[in-house]
């Protein structure tokens, strides 16, 4: 009933399409300016700016083996740099209300880019959710936070970055809904979860290979944090980095030699059509599942 109901309401959604224009011409210029602010110095520049303001990878060699060992979903602002941040800013006891201004201003900063927003949105709706006494699983909360993006923003149903982001985010809830506790096996989970969901959006596109849950494992944390991190830093205190060219030269380095295994065979990306029907598909499926494994469980 829930996805019926959320369905029903971003497709009859009446507001303008302008919004989303306005808003996103608005966040360039804040994103440009952004982009003015880094150090220039820094031998991985484009690295840096990417990172920071979500400009897009101009290095050919860094966005190709990024590609092939498929963290580049990591690299680029993502759902990923906003749960980190909000993450980072709960370890210092900062308010909600003022976690959620920053990181509203930050999703305007990269250019108001769907995953980023679809990440603010669904940190927002668990607020309010929590706040009503409606303790959702997480697996229906990115349902919530997806239903209400395309309900601002109609535009993302054409959007792939949008559905990828989506696509991530129900991969990261599989280890909840099967109840799994152990750390380890929670985090090689997560990885298998992501390849596998991600395998149809990124058909085409990016490198499928099994590899890459390992290279997820143990070299997402890196840039999460450690990159990531040391961008923020570096672009209130430019006389970091070295620090950061640092760090980034030897990533590299360990991308080039990772993806030397892995060839890259670009195919025939699917329609947005049958990949909507996937993430349905899943939602779905979770939901049964959860029912099927734990309903009643709990009482006895």
Not at 15 to 26: D, E, G, K
Not at 206 to 227: E, R
Not at 267 to 289: E, G, N, S
Request: hydrophobic share 55%.
């Amino acid at each position: 009933m829930i996805v019926l109901l959320l369905l029903a309401l971003s497709l009859s959604t009446p507001l303008p399409s302008t919004l989303l224009t306005n808003t996103s011409i608005f966040s360039e210029e804040i994103q440009r300016k952004c982009s003015q602010t880094l150090p220039k110095d820094s031998q991985h520049f484009n690295a840096l700016n990417s990172l920071v303001c979500g400009e897009k990878i101009t290095d050919k060699d860094l966005r190709e083996n990024l590609r092939k060992t498929s963290l580049i979903h990591i690299f680029v602002v993502s759902g990923s740099h906003l749960l980190l941040l909000d993450e980072l800013l709960s370890i210092l006891r900062i308010p909600f209300c003022v976690r959620f201004f920053f990181m509203s201003f930050y999703s305007i900063v990269v250019g108001w880019q769907a995953p980023a927003v679809r990440a603010l949105l669904g940190m927002c709706s668990r607020r309010l959710l929590h706040r009503s006494r409606i303790f959702l699983p997480k697996d229906l909360c990115v349902l919530v936070a997806g239903f209400l993006a395309l309900m601002l923003f109609p535009a993302w149903w054409n959007s792939l970055s949008f559905l990828m982001s989506w696509c991530a985010a129900l991969a990261l809830t599989a280890p909840d809904v099967l109840r799994i506790r152990n750390s380890w096996a929670r985090g090689f989970l997560t990885q298998f979860s992501i390849f596998f969901f991600m395998s149809a959006p990124l058909w085409g596109i990016g490198s499928l290979h099994p590899l890459s849950i390992l290279y997820n494992l143990f070299l997402a944390p890196v840039v999460s944090y450690i990159l990531l991190p040391l961008s923020f830093l570096v672009s209130v205190f430019s006389s970091l980095v070295f620090l950061f060219d640092f760090f980034m030269d030897h990533f590299h380095h360990i991308l080039f030699v990772l993806s030397e295994p892995i060839e890259f065979a670009a195919r025939q990306t699917p329609d947005i059509r049958l990949l909507w029907c996937w993430i349905l598909f899943w939602h779905v499926a979770f939901h049964f599942l959860r029912l099927h494994l734990w309903q009643g469980k709990d009482l006895t």
